[in-house]
């Protein structure tokens, strides 16, 4: 029996996972490049209509701005911790608050699996499976996505934005409860790790789609504060399909450039270019902010609090 030599293998094999893993972040950062690059060329071309719409923006617009996401950060998390609980780890309120908002961090780091590894060891050590705070962090997107394109129709118009609707059918099957359960066990099986020992059930995925809500809604008051022109409810559907658009774009950390534009677009019948991209900037501002802040409370009041 004749063995294969390294030359033979080494035609039939793929890339070296080292080379694949390269290739992958040359192509992430050079999707970061050219969005920051086109977004910095669009503010050099209006500078002085975007250093107008700065000028514009009050102190106290921004603060409210700031304690609308607060409030909208914290229904994220809500609706987390209703899929964890769900799955059979309720957590406390404040180590909740502390497990998801300093692992939120992570995704300011390009990649898209820092935040969920980030929760599922420190979920660990209070008791969490990693499997489950797995399966928590992935749900989320599919929810947030499927309330987020349903925010933008009912706000913005069935005329502009109808084309969302072949979307919702695909969402709508995948935060079927049975769905779900099956395709978690499915992964779970391939990678010879334990099924979850509770599914998720109907009610528990309902509650977090009425946090989700709530969340969109309080984003809706945060770009209100800095750009009321257009009324609440056309805020409120304009930052949602300006996250939608820029969560799917996975490649670049929490859809860096991308909800931008997207948001310099919707807000384009409503308000100028120059102010609509102070507007943009100033909403990815105070969303940071708002992250550091949560995180920070969280971990303070966790410390102080230790279950």
């Given at each position: 029996m004749s063995a294969a030599g390294p030359d033979t293998m080494d035609e039939t094999?793929?890339?070296?996972?080292?080379?694949?893993?390269?290739?992958?972040?040359?192509?992430?950062?050079g999707f970061l490049l050219?969005?920051?690059?086109?977004?910095?060329?669009?503010?050099?071309?209006?500078?002085d209509a975007v250093v107008a719409g700065f000028a514009r923006l009050t102190w106290p617009a921004l603060a409210g701005s700031v304690a609308a996401v607060v409030a909208a950060l914290l229904g994220a998390m809500l609706t987390w911790r209703t899929l964890l609980a769900d799955l059979g780890s309720s957590l406390p309120l404040r180590p909740a608050?502390?497990?998801?908002?300093?692992?939120?961090?992570?995704?300011?780091?390009?990649?898209a699996v820092w935040p969920v590894l980030?929760?599922?060891?420190?979920?660990?050590?209070?008791?969490?499976?990693?499997?489950?705070s797995a399966a928590a962090f992935f749900l989320m997107m599919p929810i947030q996505l499927a309330t987020g394109l349903?925010?933008?129709?009912?706000?913005?118009?069935?005329?502009?934005?109808?084309?969302?609707?072949?979307?919702i059918p695909l969402l709508l099957v995948l935060l079927e409860p049975k769905v779900i359960n099956g395709l978690i066990g499915y992964v779970l099986r391939r990678l010879k790790r334990e099924p979850l020992e509770r599914p998720l059930t109907r009610?528990?995925?309902?509650?977090?789609?009425?946090?989700?809500?709530?969340?969109?809604?309080?984003?809706?008051?945060?770009?209100?504060?800095?750009?009321?022109?257009?009324?609440?409810l056309f805020a409120v559907g304009a930052f949602a399909v300006s996250w939608c658009l820029g969560i799917m774009t996975f490649v670049v950390p929490a859809g860096a450039g991308v909800r931008?534009?997207?948001m310099v677009a919707v807000l384009a019948p409503q308000i100028e270019g120059?102010?609509?991209?102070?507007?943009?900037?100033?909403s990815r501002i105070v969303i940071i902010v708002g992250d550091l802040i949560c995180a920070g409370l969280a971990g303070i009041a966790a410390r102080r609090n230790p279950v």
């Open positions: 094999a793929g890339p070296p996972a080292g080379r694949r893993s390269l290739v992958g972040k040359l192509v992430r950062l050219v969005a920051l690059g086109f977004g910095g060329w669009a503010v050099a071309r209006q500078w608050a502390k497990v998801f908002f300093v692992g939120q961090l992570g995704k300011y780091i390009p990649g980030a929760q599922m060891e420190m979920g660990r050590d209070l008791g969490v499976p990693r499997s489950r349903l925010v933008t129709l009912v706000t913005l118009g069935w005329d502009r934005y109808g084309w969302l609707l072949l979307f009610r528990g995925m309902l509650t977090a789609l009425a946090w989700a809500l709530a969340g969109w809604a309080c984003y809706g008051v945060h770009l209100y504060f800095v750009a009321p022109q257009g009324g609440l931008e534009i997207a120059g102010s609509a991209i102070a507007v943009a900037l100033s």
